[in-house]
């Protein structure tokens, strides 16, 4: 086993002269940043008194799987011999809030538009999902369900008439 530590700075910007003193008297702004990268301005979602021009910790989690499937796939294919030339991927994800003020994810699922070179491996395409989610390091560390429910084509391919 290999350990990797990964480190990030936060800082809240969000006081707006009086703290914390009640729910609406503060700002859900903040600023993530990673020695030598740029900063993301992040809040909380609009629902939760959040700035929507900014980053929210729900959409980062969902972006974080989103990269990490585009990632693993993208080696998995390697191994198979598909030749991907084109990906994009529309996830969605489903949090509950629950009557106490918490909540929690009750799935993900990405729906990657994967383009690969030659017909003859679409097949493998599909199934090199399968391989890639299990993995995900972020995904293997969810506790709910991270789907996918991907479409491959042809590059060069011709539509029908």
């Known amino acids: ?9 936060t800082v809240w910007t969000g006081n707006r002269g009086e703290g914390t003193r009640d ?12 020695t030598g990268k740029p900063e993301i301005l992040g809040s909380a979602d609009k629902p939760f008194r959040g700035d929507v021009d900014r980053w929210n910790p729900e959409e980062m989690l969902l972006g974080a799987l989103s990269q990490c499937h585009l990632l693993s796939y993208l080696w998995v294919c390697t191994t198979v011999d598909v030749v991907v030339t084109g ?4 996830a969605t ?8 003020g918490g909540g929690h994810f009750t799935e993900v699922v990405l729906h990657p538009t994967v383009t690969v070179a ?8 599909r199934e090199a999902h399968r391989e890639a989610s299990s993995k995900c390091f972020i995904a293997s560390s969810m506790n709910f369900p991270v789907r996918h429910e991907p479409t491959v084509v042809v590059a060069n391919a011709q539509l029908p008439a």
């Open 1 to 9: 086993m290999i350990d990797h530590t990964y480190a990030l700075h």
């Open 23 to 34: 729910y609406r008297s503060y700002g859900r702004d903040h600023t993530l940043t990673v």
């Open 87 to 90: 990906y994009v991927d529309d």
């Open 93 to 100: 994800g489903t949090m509950v809030q629950t009557s106490d």
């Open 118 to 125: 030659e017909e003859s491996m679409v097949e493998r395409a």
